[in-house]
């Protein structure tokens, strides 16, 4: 039974890697855009509201949805933005005053790669901070930056 079992696990990742070879041989990327869940919650200790995850990385294409996940208001602001980043309004979301509520941002043109502080304005003096790091998708197989 377990033969058979190693058998099948090892048929399956076979498959799969050759799934992924054949993409990248055919110029495609080898990870998509994908959806980044950050909850803006209550939590106990010195700092009794957060960003979870505070620290995030995502790279272009992909969408950073931030959800109100605490009893108090709430928001969004790209306080420290790399060089030649150009957010425009999207650099402060609006207020979100109920659970469940939510604001996205898709990582376009607008951002560079880098580190980008954020903040929770009614928040920062007691350190309501997070961090996104934004990083080009790697290169296709062969491929460079």
Do not use: W
Not at 1 to 10: F, H, L, P, Y
Not at 13 to 28: D, Y
Not at 66 to 73: D, E, G, I
Not at 103 to 128: A, N, Q, W
């Amino acid at each position: 039974m377990r033969t058979i079992r190693n058998a099948v696990v090892a048929s399956l990742l076979a498959t799969l890697g050759s799934a992924f070879v054949a993409r990248a041989q055919a110029g495609g990327t080898t990870s998509a855009p994908h959806t980044i869940i950050v909850k803006l919650v209550e939590q106990a200790g010195p700092v009794p509201y957060g960003f979870e995850p505070s620290a995030f990385t995502a790279e272009p294409g992909d969408t950073v949805k931030f959800v109100q996940a605490a009893s108090v208001l709430h928001n969004v602001h790209f306080k420290a933005v790399p060089k030649g980043a150009k957010l425009g309004s999207a650099a402060v979301s609006q207020y979100l005053t109920a659970k469940g509520q939510s604001t996205s941002l898709v990582i376009d043109s607008r951002f560079v790669d880098g580190k980008y502080e954020i903040v929770c304005d009614p928040h920062e003096m007691i350190g309501m901070h997070a961090f996104l790091t934004v990083e080009e998708r790697p290169a296709s197989a062969g491929g460079t930056k």
